[in-house]
């Protein structure tokens, strides 16, 4: 199995360089590049079943609540565990589905949301104060 890493800057100014230091102590495999940039199908297929994805923050993830949960299904549908490894997500299950439907939680799915909103609203602020 392999442990692949997602990795992501919104411009060219930024850096990856605190992502890499929080990845770097978990020790994954390779870093691709983000789900929804013209690679992100490289993740996908090298991912297999079983694999667990590695992300340093939620946020490098998906910038806001609109698509989240479309994104969490992602790792689902491919049969992958999702591992956030530092903020607000870390100390989540973000694979909690129910037994029956396979659905992902309707507490998780509250979670994530009210997480993310609170997340873009920082993030405004941010703006506005720069």
Request: net charge positive; hydrophobic share 35%; proline share 5%.
């Amino acid at each position: 199995m392999a442990d692949p890493a997602y990795k992501r800057v919104s411009t060219a100014q930024q850096s990856t360089n605190r992502q890499n230091l929080v990845l770097a102590e978990v020790g994954t495999s390779s870093h691709l590049h983000p789900l929804q940039r013209p690679k992100s199908g490289e993740l996908l297929t090298y991912a297999r079943p079983g694999d667990t994805v590695h992300v340093s923050e939620m946020f490098r993830l998906v910038r806001g609540t609109q698509h989240i949960l479309d994104v969490l299904d992602v790792p689902h549908q491919g049969r992958l565990a999702l591992r956030i490894h530092d903020g607000a997500f870390s100390a989540m299950d973000l694979t909690a589905r129910h037994p029956r439907t396979g659905e992902l939680l309707s507490t998780v799915k509250f979670i994530v949301q009210t997480h993310a909103a609170t997340g873009e609203l920082h993030r405004g602020l941010q703006r506005e104060l720069t």
